[in-house]
């Protein structure tokens, strides 16, 4: 049997791809739905991770993060915003 990836868009990640993914049929928690708005970027991941969720973002901390190899996590998809580079 086939796991399905889920995910979780940070706060920086707009409700309206939330409720796009869900009319898709895939599993989407968001930073605002979980209380974790504000929250460390260390705190998002640990939430992600618990749940088996990739973190979705545009914030480039994450990919920060995850290249300092000290932090664990189920997957980070990171876009960077229009107009930002």
Same mark, same amino acid.
């Given at each position: 049997m086939?796991?399905?990836?889920?995910?979780?868009l940070d706060e920086?990640?707009?409700?309206a791809i939330?409720?796009?993914l869900r009319r898709?049929?895939?599993d989407?928690?968001?930073t605002s $739905?979980?209380?974790?708005? &504000?929250? %460390?970027?260390? $705190?998002?991941?640990?939430? &992600?991770? %618990?749940?088996n969720r990739v973190i979705s973002t545009h914030d480039d901390d994450?990919?920060?993060?995850h290249q300092g190899g000290f932090i664990m996590?189920?997957?980070?998809?990171?876009c960077a915003q229009l107009g930002k580079y």
């Open positions: 086939t796991q399905k990836i889920r995910f979780h920086n990640v707009s409700n939330a409720e796009g898709r049929g895939i989407v928690t968001t $739905e979980t209380g974790l708005i &504000a929250a %460390s970027d260390g $705190e998002q991941l640990y939430f &992600a991770m %618990s749940q994450f990919v920060i993060l996590h189920s997957g980070i998809t990171y």
